[in-house]
């Protein structure tokens, strides 16, 4: 129904930025959330950045200040831009997407911040 494709992961050093993409497609009328998660090896998906309701935004407090979540024009399109990357911040980024109570994913990026 709803299909979701990530791009811009990929090896950055500490310090630097990387921008991600997200494209959704498929048969819907609406996205009623939008966001990305992460995951690193060991430990449990977690909320990075989203869209609530509206434009309104939820992002993690780890990431507050140096991540920012945004739309493409269409609205089909999340982007989330990456600055003053941490050796924390490396995992593997998920985009999501909510609509009807059913969660969708993406395949994940990963994002690797070396020292």
């Known amino acids: 129904q709803v299909q979701l494709v990530e791009s811009g992961g990929g090896l950055v050093q500490s310090g630097g930025s990387l921008r991600l993409s997200c494209a959704a497609s498929?048969?819907?009328?609406?996205?009623?959330?939008m966001g990305w998660y992460r995951q690193a090896p060991g430990k449990q998906r977690e909320l990075v950045a989203a869209f609530i309701s509206g434009d309104s935004t939820n992002y993690a407090t780890s990431v507050k200040g140096r991540f920012t979540i945004s739309r493409g024009s269409a609205k089909n399109t999340v982007y989330l831009q990456m600055n003053s990357l941490e050796l924390e911040d490396t995992a593997v980024y998920y985009c999501n997407a909510v609509l009807w109570a059913n969660s969708y994913w993406g395949q994940g990026t990963q994002v690797t911040v070396s020292s």
């Open positions: 498929g048969t819907f009328f609406r996205i009623d959330t």
